[in-house]
């Protein structure tokens, strides 16, 4: 029988999804099962499904000699290395189109919460500190007026622009066909978002030299990768006031949080949530398990993102 081994608990039931001929091998937890653990899995695995936490290297297609697809639970394929499958013949899916409106939601809440300093007044009243309504109490960026810039208009960034018009910003756009170039769009922006994937040439696209580049008081946006974003020099870019704050979902080295971040009332600090929706995470699975399902059946995948040859 076909083995499927699913490195975590699901928002749906794998086994309902592929069907009877697919047997699957369910880590049913909240967290990653260790290197070692999963290497063990996938040495008697045909088919694996992975998280973002996966990183599925050449070490591990080693380990899994009867691997045939690897259907990866995220748009983004930063965690697989792809030429290295398809060398093998071994298939990779992601999950485009189910990401998106969830995604540039969240990208929104961020810009707000920065903008409009909501974690700032939020901890004042917990902690006890609102003592009357002042009219010089955290003001912050109007967003009618103001300018928006989008670093790669791919369809995350695309369902972020349309939201934008409601709010009557402005906006200007990059993408690796078109747009205005990156320095320029840094320099005119009063909030700049990120939305490419992460690649040899997206990491660290937002380094020293570029947040230089940014305007004074402009907030950064990351609701992609965090490696896109030279963390260290965020902090530093923050602690000068050169930026206006920054609004992240994503972090260099996830989970962990550069510590001249944690501590700053500037920022606003989420656990990888762009997805986390219901709906979105209930069809993520279901395109990652069907698409695995169709590999191991001898069907070509529906979302792959390499072309392998039988
Ligand atoms: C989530 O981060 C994704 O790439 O889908």
Known sequence: ???????????????????PEVDVDLWDDELPPSRTELLARVARADGL????TEKVDRELLEAAPSLRVVANH?????????????????????????????????????????????????RLLRA?????????????????GATLGIVGLGRIGEAVARRARGFGM??????SRGGIPLEE????????????????????????????????????????????????????ALESGHLGGAGLDVFENEPLVHPGL???????????????????????ATMALTDAARVLRGEPPQHPVNEVHP
């Not at 769009?185 to 696209?205: E, F, K, N």
Request: charged share 20%; net charge positive; with cysteine.
């Open 1 to 19: 029988m076909l083995r499927l081994f699913v490195a975590r608990k699901l928002s749906v039931d794998p086994r309902r999804v592929v069907g």
């Open 49 to 52: 499904l992975a998280l973002l």
């Open 74 to 122: 995220a748009v983004g394929v930063d965690n697989v290395d792809v030429p290295a499958c398809t060398a093998r013949g071994i298939w990779v899916t992601n999950t485009p189109d189910a990401v998106t409106e969830s995604t540039a939601d969240l990208t929104w809440a961020l810009i707000l919460a920065v903008a409009r300093r909501l974690g700032e007044g939020e």
């Open 128 to 144: 006890g500190r609102y003592k009357a309504w002042t009219p010089t109490l955290l003001l912050g960026l109007e967003l009618r």
């Open 170 to 175: 402005h906006v200007f756009h990059t993408t």
């Open 185 to 236: 769009l840094l320099a005119r922006s009063d909030v700049v978002t990120l939305h490419c994937p992460l690649t040899a040439a997206t990491r660290h696209l937002i380094d020293a030299r570029r947040l230089a580049q940014m305007k004074r008081g402009a907030i950064l946006i990351n609701t992609a990768r965090g490696p896109v974003v030279d963390e260290a020099a965020l902090v530093v």
């Open 262 to 284: 944690i501590g700053r009332e500037d920022v606003v600090l989420l656990p990888h949530l762009g997805t986390a929706t219901h709906a979105t995470r209930e069809q993520m």
